[in-house]
């Protein structure tokens, strides 16, 4: 069965810091690999799709990336702003195309 | 822009009541989901659809049902809505399976029982 983890649990940093979220999954035999911010109490909003056979995508000031062979994908957020701020979920496509989320990172950027 | 909606946003009602929370969207996608989040915690899949007729339990077990007779509308129902039901309740949609599959939710619907 596949399990998704995210480190850190939360992470609190100081606005303009370059920072890393951690994804790792335990079974690379996945479809894609997709980002996700939630706000408080919101719905999630996609923020990049990484298909298997890709090695990172970018999008504005983040860029995420994948190793299928280790299990593990990291999203970049390069300039933090407090409007970074939420909560963030990586979701892998496994067999039967479902999504499975790790438990997400809570973060915080202060001004 | 993801073109999923769902109502009501949110939802109090008095337990033993039946219920139905909508989920549409206007992408044409095949597959449809829904999630189940308590506040903080992670996603948990409660159900999904194919395609029209198709349903299927998913790896959280619910009491919910849902129904797929339209591509666009995936609702799901509780016939006798009790506290422990009350959560947030999310809805997806994604194109079929393949390079570039991409997955779109809705803004969730925010279910209290009392």
């Known amino acids: 069965k596949q399990e998704v983890t995210q480190i850190p649990a939360a992470l609190s940093v100081p606005e303009g810091e370059n920072l890393v979220l951690n994804c790792s999954f335990t079974d690379s035999a996945i479809y894609n690999l997709q980002w996700f911010r939630q706000d408080p109490g919101k719905g999630l909003t996609s923020l990049l799709l990484i298909q298997s056979s890709q090695r990172e995508q970018t999008s504005g000031r983040l860029n995420a990336s994948l190793d299928k062979s280790s299990g593990r994908s990291t999203l970049y957020i390069a300039a933090s702003q407090p409007g970074d701020s939420a909560t963030y979920l990586c979701?892998?496509?496994?067999?039967?195309?479902?999504?499975?989320f790790g438990q997400g990172t809570r973060l915080t950027i202060n001004p | 822009e993801a073109d999923i909606y769902q109502t009501p946003r949110y939802l109090v009602i008095g337990t033993g009541k039946k219920i139905t929370l909508e989920c549409s969207q206007t992408?044409?996608?095949?597959?449809m989901y829904w999630y189940q989040q308590d506040p903080g915690m992670e996603l948990h899949l409660i159900h999904y659809s194919y395609g029209v007729n198709s349903t299927e339990k998913g790896d959280l077990s619910s009491e919910s049902t849902v129904s797929r007779i339209r591509t666009e509308h995936f609702p799901l129902t509780l016939e006798s809505a009790r506290p422990s039901h009350t959560s947030q309740y999310l809805c997806?949609?994604?194109?079929?399976?393949?390079?570039?599959?991409?997955?779109?939710f809705g803004q969730g619907t925010r279910l209290t029982v009392v």
């Open positions: 997806a949609s994604s194109d079929v399976l393949g390079a570039g599959t991409e997955a779109f």
């Open positions: 992408m044409g996608h095949d597959k």
């Open positions: 979701a892998v496509y496994e067999g039967a195309q479902k999504l499975v």
